[in-house]
Nanobody, 124 residues
């Protein structure tokens, strides 16, 4: 069974940190790029960061650049999103997704697998 399991969300004060995890099973993890998205109820989904299948290339949205680090451990079939200096406007449900990049080293356009989401709430 294919699974992507997001975890690590929670309630944190502004300025705090969280590390989100995305654990994969049931497919060849290191064939896929991983992207973290975030979404508020009724709002459009936003791509936060992506990492290539090898981990050699990363991308960050301007809204999180300098505060967030994406990484992956292919031996553990897990990707991570380290978030520091959190702000109330970072309050969203965060999802990871796995897809194959059309051009190696870029973010996928389409995604095959999605996590269930993990809630991040930042209080002021």
């Amino acid at each position: 069974e294919v699974q992507l399991v997001d975890s690590g969300g929670g309630l944190v004060q502004a300025g705090g940190s969280l590390r989100l995890s995305c654990a994969a099973s049931g497919f060849t993890f290191d064939d896929y790029a991983i992207t973290w998205f975030r979404q508020a109820p009724g709002k459009e989904r936003e791509g936060v960061s992506c990492i290539s299948s090898s981990g050699g290339s990363t991308y960050y949205a301007d809204s999180v650049k300098g505060r967030v680090t994406i990484s992956r451990d292919n031996a553990k079939n897990t990707a991570y999103l380290q978030m520091n200096s959190l702000k109330p406007e970072d309050t969203f449900i965060y999802y990871c997704a796995a897809g194959r990049a059309v051009v190696p080293g870029t973010c996928p356009v389409e995604y095959d697998y999605w996590g269930q989401g993990t809630q991040v709430t930042v209080s002021s």
